[in-house]
């Protein structure tokens, strides 16, 4: 265990109120870090163009960096306007000559080993996602690698399926995708994008975020494993000005963006007038709605999934908590009870809730966001459990009784920060749900089900969580209103993002 972290001579200590005596029960967790010895990263990756590793053409690499610890992991090439043109370039003449001319079931065949092997490796990429992102090793074990295989496994069973999923009508591919991903879900996002992609008959030029590039690079070495045939996918990495190559190339002919609400205006605007399709899935500042009926300790371990656990780095968070007033005080009691309680530290600790911060950049943001707070002059509760010294890390926050009109409801922060608001009626609570830019996502905790059908119909956001909060599942479609973007992902809605129909 790293001594960064303070553990290798400390035992944390947990510790719960026990309600029926109205004391504090605690129990000892000794430190619990997974191991790091299975995995392989070499000091320096390049570029994965047509079956290939090849170097940057300017010659350039940055970077990765543990966020958790400040120490280097590798270094990554950036790819410039040249690599993409060979990039895409690769994914044309592939799609030219092989894939656009094999069967459903046998692009299904190269899909399904692809889930497989990420399945057999799935313990280096949770280890290698935690050490490149700073999320829990609990989240990328449990969530996200499980998750991408997952995404595999069922646009595998889609491949020779698809004029089922659209009967009568004649469904083509379109030819090269272009897709951009960001940091929070590295290896998933790659596998939201890859998988329908390839299950509709497309190539691909995708392109991770600058800071968590490892699990796409790996994904290169389970897609070189698998056989698939060279320049099907191919992998760029780099910053801003390499997905910009991207979209820009003329011969791309569909981009799939996940990011920034302020990337994706810039891109809707290149790809404008273009005859490239386009889908975006941005920004978020979803509701978490509590009403006096829910079942109240479900739901504070709701709202805690829905905007701690990760960070809050996650685009739907919910990031906007409204409970209804006669519960307000018992709520914000136990949850900050609940804060309190979390662990925030080494995210290789299996014991950890809360890791790191993914970036210095984001880590000054979210400090930037609670300072607004508390120039508007917002209460803030800021939970007391301990962080580590080094590394970035930031305890979960609430801004209480804040207003509507306040920059910390109305922006994304991304971050373990939560808005707290207080409602009566059912209409003022749609209403205040409704009354932001975004319209990604939304939770409901409530004993009714007609209320809950009542809200479904009435909020703005593409996904609605009844009584639970970031459940996914690769049949279910994701995406979002307003200025949270467009098209869907996942299911078979996810499809339609990648055929001509
Ligand atoms: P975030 O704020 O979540 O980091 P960004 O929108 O900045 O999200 O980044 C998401 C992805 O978009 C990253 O892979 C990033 O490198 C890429 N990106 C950033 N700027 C551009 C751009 N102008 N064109 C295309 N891709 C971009």
């Known amino acids: 265990m790293s001594d960064v972290f303070g553990l290798t001579s400390q035992i944390k200590i947990m510790s719960k109120k026990d309600t029926k005596q109205n004391e504090t029960v605690s129990w000892e967790l000794s430190p619990a870090p997974e191991?790091?010895?299975?995995?392989?990263?070499?000091?320096?990756?390049?570029?994965f163009i047509n079956g290939k590793w090849v170097k940057p053409s300017g010659g350039k690499y940055f970077d990765s960096i543990n966020p958790a610890t400040e120490e280097k992991l590798a270094e990554i090439a950036y790819a410039s306007e040249a690599d993409v043109d060979k990039a895409v370039k690769a994914a044309r003449e592939a799609y030219t000559n092989v894939w656009s001319k094999l069967s459903g079931r046998e692009r299904g065949k190269y899909i399904f080993r692809i889930a497989r092997l990420i399945q057999e490796r799935a313990?280096?990429?949770?280890?290698?996602?935690?050490?490149?992102?700073?999320?829990?090793?609990r989240e990328s074990r449990d969530v996200d690698v499980p998750l991408a295989a997952n995404h595999f496994f069922y646009y595998a069973g889609w491949a020779d399926k698809l004029e089922y999923a659209f009967p009568n009508r004649k469904v083509e591919s379109l030819g090269v995708a272009g897709q951009i991903i960001p940091w929070n879900f590295p290896l998933l996002m790659a596998a939201w994008k890859i998988a329908p992609a390839l299950a509709c008959g497309n190539?691909?030029?995708?392109?991770p975020a600058e800071t968590t590039s490892l699990t796409a690079l790996k994904l290169a070495e389970i897609i070189e494993e698998s056989g698939l045939p060279a320049g099907v996918v191919n992998i760029v990495t780099g910053y801003g000005d390499t997905g910009a190559a991207i979209v820009n190339h003329p011969d791309v002919n569909k981009v799939a963006f996940t990011g920034s609400t302020n990337v994706g205006k810039i891109i809707q605007r290149a790809v404008a007038g273009t005859n490239k399709k386009l889908t975006l899935e941005l920004g978020g500042k979803s509701a978490n709605i509590i009403f006096e009926d829910a079942p109240i300790d479900q739901a504070v371990e709701g709202i805690v999934n829905g905007i701690f656990f990760n960070q809050g780095h996650v685009c739907c968070a919910g990031s906007r908590l409204f409970v209804q007033e006669g519960v307000a005080d018992e709520v914000i009691q136990k949850l900050k009870d609940r804060?309190?309680?979390?662990?925030?530290?080494?995210?290789?600790?299996k014991n950890t809730d809360i890791g790191a911060i993914n970036s210095k950049e984001q880590f000054d943001t979210i400090r930037k966001y609670i300072k607004i707070g508390k120039a508007e002059g917002n209460e803030i509760y800021e939970s007391n459990c301990p962080v580590p010294s080094k590394g970035y890390f930031c305890r979960p926050t609430l801004i209480l009784d804040v207003a509507q009109s306040s920059t910390l409801v109305q922006e994304e922060i991304f971050g373990p920060v939560l808005t707290v608001q207080t409602f009566r009626t059912v209409d003022e609570v749609i209403q205040k749900a409704n009354n932001t830019p975004y319209g990604l996502a939304a939770g409901v905790w409530t004993d009714k089900g007609s209320k809950i059908f009542n809200l479904t119909t009435k909020l703005r956001a593409g996904v609605v969580w009844a009584n639970t909060y970031n459940r996914f599942d690769p049949v279910s479609p994701f995406g979002g209103y307003k200025e949270s973007g467009f098209g869907r992902e996942g299911g078979k809605h996810g499809l339609e993002a990648y055929l001509k129909i």
């Open 339 to 349: 804060m309190d309680h979390l662990y925030i530290g080494d995210p290789m600790d």
């Open 123 to 137: 313990r280096e990429f949770a280890v290698i996602e935690t050490l490149d992102g700073g999320k829990a090793i």
């Open 35 to 47: 191991s790091k010895g299975h995995i392989s990263l070499k000091p320096k990756y390049d570029l």
């Open 203 to 207: 190539t691909v030029v995708l392109k």
